[in-house]
């Protein structure tokens, strides 16, 4: 077949900090090497998309990078996707080839990691542009636009038989906190444990610990409309800070007999990790962080908390290796060994994206689907 041309196509194209979306017609450039391009079938809102529009300053760029998609067409070099194929995006990539790949013992890939600065990792350039003008990538995937541009170590290939309005949730917030659990904190079976934020990450922690068999399963949040649904992902005790007349910790202490074997934090607040880290316990306690601060990423804590022995620990897309251990998360999903669609509170038109953020700002959502 003819080599891909630049086609355009509708995106929902963010003109600046907190500015709803317009949709745009939006030239995309065919596939450069190692490259391919993607129809979108599917999109959600992640918080991350969100935070990254309130405050940062890369504009004008299209967000979105939690995924699925069709492959439309393969730049040169890539023998991995075919047109037709169905594929997951992927914020952070995995090349195979480098040193952190290789290691075995770890998902920080040098070549295609977290990309922040809106352009494509090889050529550091963007694949969209409006008469000529750039417009940005955001983790370079950019999943609000019809067809979006990724380097072949930003996808995966997934079996055509399963629903891609489904899973593109493992495209970064439900394998997030599975993988946290799983992963990073290797959650043992009647251990107790405590999460501080109860969105899509922070309720996807909750079933990876429903799944090893945590007996206890502490879930903080402000916002008191989290209490009735985070039961149904495996949360025993819901405590709100703003209902305590103790320290969060002083009650998680009290539940759990001197402190959580492990803590989450899923707010993306870093004046949360000292909190975190008082209410897991000393010896072992394990303080997890998930994901991206909103504001300010400096992070302090008493070294008291380290004197008792207590561990601090990142991860980034829950230590899942992208490419390799996706496929087996998707595996698990067909034969019902996970929870999706139950993180879904909304399907929403790609004419409607604005009322996506909208419902987070307003925290009246779990995940909102985009349906292209
Ligand atoms: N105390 C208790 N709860 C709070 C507080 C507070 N002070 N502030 C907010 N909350 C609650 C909110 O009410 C809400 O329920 C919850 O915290 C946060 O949930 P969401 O729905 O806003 O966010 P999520 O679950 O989509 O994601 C949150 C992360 C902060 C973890 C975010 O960084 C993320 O999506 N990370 C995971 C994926 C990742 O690694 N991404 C990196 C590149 S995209
Ligand atoms: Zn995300």
Redesign the pocket.
Known sequence: SSSPAVLTCKAAVAWGPGEPLVIEEVQVSPPQPMEIRIKVVCTSL??????AWETQAIFPRIFG?EASGIVESVGPGVTEFSEGDHVLTL??GECKTCRQCTSGKSNMCQVLG?ERRGVMHSDQKTRFSIKDKPVYHY?AVSSFSEYAVVHSGCAVKVSLAVPLEKICLLS??VA?GLGAAWNVADISEGSTVVI????????SVAQGAKVRGASQIIG????PE?GEIAKTFGITHFVN?KECNESIQQVVNRITDGGADYAFE????TG?ITTALQSCCQGWGLTVT?????VNPELTAHYGVFLSGRTLKGS??GGWRPKSDLPSLVDMYTKKEIQIDEYITHNISFEDINQAFSL?KE?K??RCVIHL
């Open positions: 992640c918080r991350s998309d969100f935070s990078h914020f952070t977290l983790c970064c917030g997030a501080y934020g109860l969105g899509t990450v922070g309720l903080v949040d402000i916002n989290k800070p899923c707010i993306g607040d949360m998930l994901g991206v601060p909103k980034l897309f987070m925290g959502c779990l």
